[in-house]
Antibody, heavy 120, light 105 residues
Framework: EVQLLQSGGGLVQPGGSLRLSCAASGFTFSSYAMSWVRQAPGKGLEWVSTFSGSGSSTYYADSVKGRFTVSRDNSKNTLCLQMNSLRAEDTAVYYC?????????????WGQGTMVTVSS | DIQMTQSPSSLSASVGDRVTITCRASQGISQYVNWYQQKPGKAPKLLIYAAFSLQTGVPSRFSGSGSGTDFTLTISSLQPEDSATYYCQQSYSTPTFGGGTKVEI
């Protein structure tokens, strides 16, 4: 079955760190760019980061640049997001997403989402 | 970043109605627009990509059109299961999403 299974998330204090993981199955993971998209409570969608399928290029939204690091392990079909220096405004549901084709940012497969709450 | 402005922010329609949602980009983006449907508590689902291409498995009552800066998602005959929030997204550059349109039946 083609799916993305997310883990991690939870409650963390401002300034803290958290690591999200996403396990892919049912498709050739290394052939596709993978991204993270988040959604603050009651708000719209915001792209966070992308890791290219080919090579090792990474991209970040300005709002997380320098604080978040995306990584992938093609041997384990896993995408991760290391989140440091977390702020209240990072509170959101985070989705792991797959690109429809290659390096495009059209997202055709979404994980179930994982909640990250930054609060003291 | 390219801004995507969706309208309306919400609408109420009846079963069988034709519903149109529009999305305007702050600059020309050719046909690099995608549309997603999100139901409460669920992940978004890709409906339309590249402005008018129907994603596999999506009912044919959904269609997309437009090019440049102005885009449209149309539901030709609204069904009860179409109650959801719809988002446009541009994939021309750093991806950005519209603010969403909540469709109520």
């Amino acid at each position: 079955e083609v799916q993305l299974l997310q883990s991690g998330g939870g409650l963390v204090q401002p300034g803290g760190s958290l690591r999200l993981s996403c396990a892919a199955s049912g498709f050739t993971f290394s052939s596709y760019a993978m991204s993270w998209v988040r959604q603050a409570p009651g708000k719209g969608l915001e792209w966070v980061s992308t890791f290219s399928g080919s090579g090792s290029s990474t991209y970040y939204a300005d709002s997380v640049k320098g604080r978040f690091t995306v990584s992938r392990d093609n041997s384990k079909n896993t995408l991760c997001l290391q989140m440091n220096s977390l702020r209240a405004e990072d509170t959101a549901v985070y989705y792991c997403v797959k690109s429809l084709v290659g390096e495009t940012t059209t997202f055709d497969l979404w994980g179930q989402g994982t909640m990250v709450t930054v609060s003291s | 970043d390219i801004q995507m402005t969706q309208s309306p922010s919400s609408l109420s329609a009846s079963v069988g109605d034709r519903v149109t949602i529009t999305c305007r980009a702050s600059q020309g983006i050719s046909q690099y627009v995608n549309w997603y449907q999100q139901k409460p508590g669920k992940a978004p689902k890709l409906l339309i990509y590249a402005a008018f291409s129907l994603q596999t498995g999506v009912p044919s009552r959904f269609s997309g059109s437009g090019s440049g800066t102005d885009f449209t998602l149309t539901i030709s005959s609204l069904q009860p299961e179409d109650s959801a929030t719809y988002y446009c997204q541009q994939s021309y550059s750093t991806p950005t999403f519209g603010g969403g349109t909540k469709v109520e039946i």
